[in-house]
């Protein structure tokens, strides 16, 4: 797979009165065009998975996936457009492919979907169930939940190779942490990296970071922080709060925002502002990861 320019970032300065009164530069990157599933970092996380399918011969992608799983829709659209077969394993007996947009979505993109349990879901990172699942399905090249591996954190790291532009503090939201990891693996000895947990589960966010330093042979040191002071009760949570500040910010910057990834991290950055976190003087950027179809 070529890169597309449809999937390269232009960083937008984000200005307003505490910011300034901060002495910090802010800036978010975001796509230049918004594909309707494939955005934010969805595309690089997706990138080197796709290539090492077609490298192995394998005939289908299965993958991972909630009810509302931007990767999900991202897969199923990726496989559409490049003309590969794909199966997802959803999480929710009770659910079918009519039960939301994004099941709708991937389903039209022509992903046969699963629905499984969640006790059944929670071995998806089993080796022993993995083997089940291709003794299952034919030919199956698997994609972890998220594209979290090795491939989707090489990948990325291309968000940081692609800036023109050289930064003290990039910041993220995390579910996986798989961009996270991908973002530290580029950074310079000064640099920081700062995750933004979308969901309470920090201490796994941690444990597959340092799994993916080894097998990447790699070691980012303090590189990377986390505030996990912002994820509104849990992954895919929202309160009437964090719902006015998505609305608000898009009306000052005309950037859709969701409140599932990227809003929890603005929301974020903006109270951290006002708490003083960062240091005057420092040049920051935000990376918009997509989601948009939950507007929809």
């Not at 796509?31 to 077609?54: D, M």
């Not at 979907?113 to 006790?119: D, G, H, K, T």
């Not at 929202?238 to 929301?267: D, N, Q, R, S, W």
Request: aromatic share 12%.
């Amino acid at each position: 797979m070529k890169q597309n320019d449809r999937f390269n970032f232009e960083l937008k300065a984000l200005l307003s009165d505490e910011i300034e009164e901060s002495g910090i530069n802010l800036f978010m990157a975001c796509e230049v065009t918004q594909h309707p599933y494939i955005n934010g970092n969805k595309f690089y996380k997706l990138k080197y998975n796709i290539e090492e399918f077609f490298r192995t011969g394998a005939k289908t992608v299965l993958t991972f996936g909630g009810a509302y799983s931007n990767h999900i829709a991202a897969t199923a659209a990726m496989c559409h457009e490049q003309h590969i077969e794909s199966i997802g394993i959803i999480r929710g007996q009770e659910l079918n492919a009519e039960s939301n947009k994004t099941l709708s979505m991937a389903a039209n993109h022509g992903m046969q979907l699963i629905f499984v349990n969640r006790a059944e879901y929670s071995r998806r990172n089993d080796v022993t169930y993995n083997n089940e699942l291709k003794n299952r399905f034919e030919n199956i090249y698997i994609i972890p939940e998220g594209g979290a591996n090795v491939m989707g954190a090489k990948g990325s790291s291309e968000m940081v190779t692609m800036l023109e532009q050289k930064f003290d503090t990039y910041i993220i939201p995390v579910g996986t942490g798989t961009t996270l990891a991908g973002i530290a693996n580029e950074l310079l000895a000064q640099q920081k990296a700062l995750g933004i947990m979308v969901h309470n589960g920090q201490k796994g966010v941690e444990d597959f970071l340092k799994q993916l330093q080894f097998q990447m042979m790699k070691n980012w040191g303090d590189k990377i922080i986390f505030s996990n002071d912002y994820t509104f009760g849990g992954y895919g949570k929202t309160t009437a709060e964090l719902e006015k500040f998505c609305h608000a910010f898009y009306l000052k910057y005309t950037i859709k925002i969701e409140p599932v990834y990227t809003g929890k991290m603005m929301f974020a950055i903006f109270d951290l502002i006002k708490k003083g976190f960062f240091e005057r003087g420092q040049k920051i950027v935000c990376f918009h990861t997509g989601g948009l179809q939950y507007l929809q």
